[in-house]
């Protein structure tokens, strides 16, 4: 297979050592852990899934790890590999200070957090021993050549539309050429029985976070929304055993059904939408709750809408579950990146018929010209069928937090 990357202007990979951006780093993930520690009615395992999260120490590596961007690559695929798939997508906002320093331009916050984590040659992100990237947006698609100066790296072209029986052949050779990289670069054959294996505990994991959504619907007290993140992220952005974090997932699922509040809770009911929410940048989550609602569903590629959707099949066969791989990761994706934003529309309203939600919070990431774009439709669609809604519009800073929450405030008071 030939490289994906024309070499010939291949550049040795910058790294920056930068003790004070380092300090900074540290101090935006420990003000977010204060928050966390501050909250009540927390999963009494919650400690187990933080350690997940906050772990630093990679050392201990033993299997090769492979990086990946947003939410269309096949994790099941990699781990039937014998690789660990970590979600490399970054929310610190000082990371995105150091990636703005050497990738100049008005490149979006995601993007210049996940390069400039790379910066730091000890970094996780540097611990990863290849890369995949999905053209998605177009900040993605340019990564890619450039994290190939880092890792290998392999592009994984995505339809512009999610238009199945026009595109679904396109979709299953690109996750084969997927297969054929990761079996290269890791050396290893991809075996029908263990990508079975992986396919079960991925359905295992999907019904556990459709029931956690599903308690906190009728729930929201037992547990905050900015837990639930932890819980859902330290299964995608760090190290994690998979069947292990089922088994403490489930023993939340057993605590959030059995809780029983002192009495229901009168909070507006909100659905979030929008943007990207990555750990330790839980700004948004955190105004929301500080302000006084209840965040009841999302529709985010980094919360419980990422492993929302099982991949579906009735062969299982090895190209049978590549396929269905294929067709859950692309065809099921809430991404703006696809010309049609109906499979996002959809999924708000639906939300909010099914979880009583009282009104909409949409997350716009700035400099983010998907979301931007898709605001036009959404927030006319919402006012036409009655459904409140608000679009807060912001960055990783921290700085505009007290602006925001004044405005949230407001908007919560109209519910
Ligand atoms: S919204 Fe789409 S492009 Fe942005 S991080 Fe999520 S999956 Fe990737």
């Known amino acids: 297979m030939p490289d994906q990357f024309d070499e010939t202007y291949k550049i040795r990979p910058t790294f920056q050592d930068n003790p004070g951006n380092l300090k900074k780093q540290r101090f935006v993930e420990d003000e977010q852990k204060r928050r966390q520690s501050q909250l009540a009615d927390r999963p009494s395992n919650i400690a187990y899934f933080e350690s997940i999260l906050y772990n630093r ?40 200070q150091v990636g703005e320093e050497v990738l100049s331009g008005d490149i979006c916050p995601l993007a210049k957090a996940s390069f400039g984590m790379f910066l730091n040659d000890k970094s996780l992100e540097n611990f990863c021993d290849i890369l995949v990237l999905p053209a998605s947006c177009d900040a993605k698609r340019k990564l890619g050549q450039i994290m190939n100066d880092y890792k290998p790296t392999f592009m994984y072209n995505i ?102 509040p002192a009495r229901k809770s009168l909070r507006p009911r909100i659905v979030l939408t929008g943007a990207p929410i990555i750990w330790p940048n839980y700004k948004v989550i955190n105004l929301l709750e500080e302000s006084g609602a209840d965040i009841i569903a999302d529709t985010l590629c980094t919360g419980a809408q990422s492993l929302f959707d099982p991949p579906m099949t009735d062969e299982w066969s090895k190209q049978s579950l590549i396929r269905a791989l294929s067709n859950r990761y692309v065809y099921a ?39 931007d774009m898709e605001n036009y439709r959404l927030e006319r669609t919402l006012k036409e069928k009655k459904i409140p809604a608000f679009t807060i519009r912001t960055d990783y800073s921290l700085e505009d937090t007290e602006q925001l929450r004044v405005r949230i405030e407001a908007f919560l008071e109209t519910l």
Request: proline share 4%; aromatic share 8%; net charge positive.
């Open 57 to 96: 120490d990679f050392s201990r590596k033993n299997v090769p790890w492979v990086g990946y961007f947003c939410n269309m690559i096949p994790q099941e695929i990699i781990r039937a590999l014998g690789a660990q798939p970590i979600r490399v997508d970054c929310g610190n906002a000082a990371a995105a």
């Open 159 to 260: 339809p512009p539309e999610q238009n199945h029986s026009l595109y679904a052949h396109n979709t299953f050779s690109e996750t084969n050429r997927l297969v054929a990289f990761l079996e290269k670069k890791l050396d290893a054959k991809l075996s029908g029985k263990e990508l079975r294996r992986q396919v079960r505990l991925s359905h295992q994991r999907t019904l556990l976070i459709r029931d956690l959504q599903e308690a906190r619907i009728h729930k929201p007290q037992a547990i905050s929304m900015s837990d639930f993140f932890i819980i859902i992220q330290s299964s995608l952005f760090r190290p994690v055993d998979l069947e292990e974090w089922i088994e403490q997932t489930r023993q939340v699922c057993k605590q959030i059904q059995d809780y029983s």
């Open 333 to 371: 994706a809430i991404c703006p990146c696809f010309i049609s934003q109906t499979t996002r529309i959809n999924r708000v309203i639906d939300l909010c018929e099914t979880s009583g939600a009282t009104g909409v919070a949409n997350y716009s990431l700035r400099l983010c010209q998907l979301f």
